[in-house]
C-alpha cells in the first residue's frame, strides 16, 4: 500500500499562488505517474495535472495551462503543484494520486491506485 499526503493548502486571494506538495511513501515512486486532481463541493474530482515518472512528461487541464506547473523529486520521493495567479473558480480540495500500472487513461481518477487525504484550496475574490 502506498501512502500519499499532501499539504500546502490555505487561502489566498484572487492572482495569489501556492505550492502544494505530495509526500509519499511505501511503492515505487519513481516508477510512479504521480498526478493532481481536485474537487469542488457539488462537482466531480477533475484531472489537473499529471507528470511522468521520469518528470519529463507533464500534462494539464486546459483550466490550469500557463498558470500550474507540475514537478516531482523521486529521491525525496515528493510531487509538487506550484499554482499561480490563482482564481476563485480554483478553490477545490486538491488531490495526489498515484498511477502505478498506467491501465487507463490519465485524466480519468480510476486510472489512479493511491490517493492522498487532500488539501483545501480556497481562492477568494
Known amino acids: 500500500q502506498v501512502q500519499l499526503v499532501e499539504s500546502g493548502g490555505g487561502l489566498v486571494q484572487a492572482g495569489g499562488s501556492l505550492r502544494l506538495s505530495c509526500a509519499a511513501s511505501?511503492?515505487?515512486?519513481?516508477?510512479?505517474?504521480m498526478g493532481w486532481f481536485r474537487q469542488a463541493p457539488g462537482k466531480e474530482r477533475e484531472f489537473v495535472s499529471i507528470i511522468s515518472w521520469a518528470g519529463g512528461n507533464t500534462y494539464y487541464a486546459d483550466s490550469v495551462k500557463g498558470r500550474f506547473t507540475i514537478s516531482r523529486d523521486n529521491a525525496k520521493k515528493m510531487v509538487y503543484l506550484q499554482m499561480n495567479s490563482l482564481r476563485p473558480e480554483d478553490t477545490a480540495v486538491y488531490y495526489c494520486?498515484?498511477?502505478?500500472?498506467?491501465?487507463?487513461?490519465?485524466?480519468?481518477?480510476?486510472?489512479?491506485?493511491?490517493w492522498g487525504q487532500g488539501t483545501q484550496v480556497t481562492v477568494s475574490s
Open positions: 511505501g511503492g515505487t515512486f519513481s516508477r510512479y505517474r
Open positions: 494520486a498515484a498511477d502505478r500500472l498506467a491501465s487507463g487513461s490519465y485524466r480519468m481518477t480510476s486510472a489512479y491506485d493511491y
